[in-house]
């Protein structure tokens, strides 16, 4: 990465704190009575939140605690996709755009109205019901960042069907397990996206996906590169054949605030992903919410990007729910940021005035890297806030967006979050709250944090601890699908009544937040959460390999980078020159297994693995070991020998990295 020029390293030096920016405070959505508010009775002021959306049984009650199972304005009714789609066009903004779509080939280009949306949902909502999709059921959505994908997930809401979305860049295998998982019905694919520039099929993974999962009906793909795709007659529908003919009215049934809205599946700890649901009136409360407040939106002028996958949850609640409920108008773009040439967003932002740029820090590092010559070619003055979430963003990056994406004059909205949490959890306020580069802040209005000791007792300021969020909030997760007994000891076990995030976080000498990472075996590489154990299932399931074991390294660029230390089978068999093979070998069979986003940076083959006396890997040498630090305390270890030997054979590797 380059290093922080003479200017960063005199504002890191100051400590800079950025006050709230006058034009903000000028005009902001929110100002400190908000806080006030919501701390003297977070569930009115929550409730009053709930009443910005359009209820057909207004709630009577707000929230129901039965640790850890929360229900909130329960016994109200709502449509999700009416509260996205139809309130809007009804109040007269039918004409008002929801989505300029970017696809990644150039002049590749849609504009869909809210008008346009409402006719394409309903279509796909009469669609579903006609190939028998019925309330309730699951319908797994695998596509690439196209509008269908949002249209797919909001008919899917209309009739009241959760939707499971499945990221594009998993496998086969990942997929087949998360449709299984989900017990879903139906899928809804394309035959392909465009991906860097080349076209990546989806189809076959899908058909061997399917291979495994014989109780799905059918499967709805999307025509997007008119690639040949295998078809199996009966099952297989093309998406124009069936919606386009479609009635474009569809009358929304009303479903009780608590009705599923959706799962998304995230790395856990173990092997196995979680099925995390959210449920309706909770989730759209928070989303909507935290969207206005956290962006300072105004719905007539601003133009929303939120830079994510809507395989993540990301992109559920910042480019679909939040943003629409909203009725703001959004960029989505299909492609690599350097499609097109390393300027590639800072044409989108110039083109179409985006107002409000929403991104994770390995993409600003990315851009620091390929230097500020790119967004300088632009005119990018439109942009008024920019927001960042998904890893810790390092002073220097938080600086450099700043200064060199906002003009100095934009404020750095650090979020902290998780697919868990379903909206933001921990952000400054535009306008409201100072800002301090690297710094998520303070809770949300109506949120209750604490940083705690191993005991769980609350730490002074100045000190660091484990993050845990300690009363409910409206979009939180009601759940892990079909494992009540995970859900409990996940997030519910590790201290009596508060909900444990996993995170490691520092409270300042001013109270403020800054977040340290995962403090559990979860990976974060470019903003995409991965377990240790999920790889190591995948690299023990290659012929070759006896033993696996993965840390998360950091890197300057994605955050944490894989790196895996791996004992053959048959150690001695692999002679010299093969072994660079192997190592490929058994990156491409994890990116096979997984994902491309899972392919360890760095594999070392490795005679034997650090172990404790009771025969646990010791990965937190290994994590000493990948990212060359002095190892610690080694006498537990039954061999200490070992360490030093794959210290050794790092050394010997250390150019190998891609
Ligand atoms: O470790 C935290 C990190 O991302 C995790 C959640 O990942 P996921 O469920 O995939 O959701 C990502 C998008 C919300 C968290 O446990 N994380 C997220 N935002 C931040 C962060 N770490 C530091 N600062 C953030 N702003």
């Known amino acids: 990465m380059t290093g922080p020029d003479e200017a960063v390293e005199a504002l890191l030096h100051e400590q800079r704190q950025f006050r709230p920016s006058k034009e903000f405070s000028d005009q902001a959505n929110a100002t ?13 002021w929550w409730a009053e939140q709930a009443r910005t959306l359009e209820w057909d049984t207004p709630f009577t009650t707000t ?4 640790l850890p199972h929360a229900k909130w304005f329960s016994d109200g009714t709502l449509n999700a996709s009416v509260n996205c789609i139809d309130r809007h066009v009804a109040s007269g903004q039918g004409d008002k755009v929801a989505f300029h779509w970017v696809g990644e080939p150039e002049n590749d280009r849609v504009t869909i109205t809210y008008a346009d949306l409402l006719v394409r949902v309903s279509q796909a909502a009469h669609a579903l019901e006609s190939l028998g999709v019925q309330e309730g059921d699951r319908v797994a959505i695998y596509l690439p960042m196209i509008p269908e994908a949002v249209v797919a997930m909001l008919a899917c809401a209309r009739i009241g069907a959760p939707h499971s979305v499945i990221f594009g860049g998993f496998s086969a295998e990942a997929l087949s397990d998360r449709i299984l998982d989900a017990d879903a019905r139906f899928v809804i694919t394309a035959d392909g996206g465009f991906r860097r520039g080349e076209i990546s099929p989806l189809k076959p993974a899908v058909d061997e996906a399917l291979k495994k999962c014989p109780d799905v009906h059918h499967v709805l793909v999307v025509q997007r590169t008119g690639q040949e795709v295998s078809w199996k007659e009966g099952r297989d529908v093309w998406w124009h054949d069936i919606v386009d003919s479609q009635e474009t009215t569809h009358s929304p049934k009303s479903f009780p605030a608590e009705h599923p809205l959706y799962i998304m599946y995230t790395s856990g700890t173990t092997a196995s992903p979680k099925g995390i ?18 962006f300072d939106v105004k719905p007539k002028t601003d133009v929303c990007w939120t830079a994510a996958d809507i395989g993540w949850v990301t992109g559920h609640s910042y480019i679909v729910y939040g943003p629409l409920a909203n009725g703001v108008t959004s960029v989505m773009y299909e492609g690599t940021p350097d499609a097109g040439g390393r300027d590639r967003w800072w044409r989108i932002i110039e083109e179409y005035g985006v107002t409000i740029l929403y991104t994770a820090p390995t993409a600003i590092r990315t851009f620091m890297k390929w230097g500020e010559e790119h967004p300088q070619a632009h005119d990018l003055s439109s942009l008024r806030l920019l927001g960042s979430v998904g890893e810790p963003i390092n002073p220097e990056a938080w600086i450099w967006y700043r200064t060199h994406i906002g003009s100095d004059t934009c404020p750095v909205v650090d ?9 933001i959890m921990i952000t400054p306020l ?11 802040m303070v809770p949300f209005p109506g949120i209750s944090v604490d940083v705690v000791d191993n005991e769980g007792h609350s730490v002074p300021d100045g000190h660091g601890g484990l993050l845990v969020l300690t009363r409910p909030w409206p979009g939180m997760l009601r759940g892990i699908w079909g494992d009540e007994e995970r859900f409990r000891e996940t997030y519910w076990s590790r201290f009596e009544g508060m909900y444990f995030a996993g995170d490691g976080a520092k409270r300042d000498e001013e109270g403020d937040l800054w977040l340290l990472g995962r403090v559990d075996d979860v990976m974060n590489i470019s903003g995409h959460r991965l377990s240790t154990a999920e790889v190591e299932h995948a690299l023990v399931g290659h012929p070759s390999v006896a033993e696996a074991a993965v840390v998360g390294a950091s890197d300057d660029t994605t955050g944490q980078a894989i790196v895996a230390f791996v004992t053959l089978k048959m150690s001695g068999e ?30 070392i083959l490795t005679p034997d693995l650090p172990k404790t006396r009771s ?3 010791m990965r937190r040498l290994l994590r000493d070991v990948a990212e060359h630090r002095s190892l610690g305390d080694v006498t537990t270890l039954t061999d200490p020998a070992v360490v030093s030997m794959i210290d050794d054979l790092m050394a010997e590797h250390a150019n190998d990295d891609d």
Do not use: C, M
């Not at 929230?63 to 039965?66: K, S, V």
């Open 574 to 603: 692999v002679a010299q020159g093969d072994e660079a093979g192997l190592i490929q070998e058994l990156r491409n069979h994890v990116g096979e297994v997984i994902s491309p986003i899972a392919k360890p940076r760095q594999i």
């Open 63 to 66: 929230l129901e605690w039965d």
């Open 430 to 440: 535009p306008g409201v709250t100072a800002t301090k580069p690297g710094a998520a």
């Open 615 to 617: 025969g646990k890997i």
């Open 32 to 44: 400190t009575k908000t806080y006030e508010d919501a701390a003297s009775d977070p569930e009115a």
């Open 277 to 294: 649901f959210h449920t309706t009136g909770g989730y759209l409360t928070h989303t909507s919410t935290t969207h206005r407040l956290v």
């Open 415 to 423: 979020t902290w979050w998780q697919t868990e949490t379903g909206g």
